[in-house]
């Protein structure tokens, strides 16, 4: 999937107004119930559904039933949408995670499983370039937890967010991968099984070559599995470092 959308994008002092609700509110709505909360409910909607290719601010205006000028009132155009719909779906519930001060393995486990459900809920989310993101308040809520949850770990603030920011290359790395397995399916009409198998005649006699032995003696099921296992996998193997750096930073505190 390749990127489409960045964030950041447009007028970003704007954007944040309105993601903290700083801004000026119109005098008077196009229609009684528009609100600001709805049109970035509706832009969700039409994300999910249809992709960020299908997004637009006449889109929206249509689904919901007003002028497409109407929605000027209350947002500059399409690049401030994105800003507040991706902080839309990063609402962050801290009833549902542990709490960080019961250790930091529990709760960042519990971030990546949420991370990776938000992808698969959203996974239009991966089209946006967000090397510059925009802190809203549920993306801030989320990052004080993270934080919280490391305290007390010995490592430095940054390390703290390289962490994360490593933590979180994994997460979109690994969702990426999966969500374009699954487009390659829906795009050629290809299962990945058929795929890889229509592969099987040229690779077989390849490896009969001795060109590449450490490939040739791996056993027959080494590829098979699903997703799951290799992010299960990946996640265990993460935190396992994790672990280690923090152990390096504790001994280290206690010696005399």
Known sequence: ????????SGDVSRSLELLWGLGERPSRGP???LTLDRIVTTAVAVADAEGLGALSMRRVATD???GTMSLYRYVPGKAELLDLMLDKVAEFDAGAHPDPATGWRPAMEALARGSRQQYERHPWLLQVDQARPLLGPNALDSLEYSVRALAGTGLTDRE???VLVTFGGFLTGISRTELNSALAEQRTGISNADFWQSQEP???KVMLSGR?????ALDENTFAGDDNSVFE???AALLDGIAALIATRTARTDTP
Do not use: D, F, N, R
């Open 64 to 66: 919901l039933g007003v």
């Open 31 to 33: 229609k009684p119930g």
């Open 1 to 8: 999937m390749t990127t489409t959308e960045h964030s950041g």
């Open 212 to 216: 590449y032995p450490a490939l040739a």
């Open 202 to 204: 040229v690779l077989s």
């Open 233 to 235: 996998l990946g996640l």
């Open 160 to 162: 703290k967010i390289h």
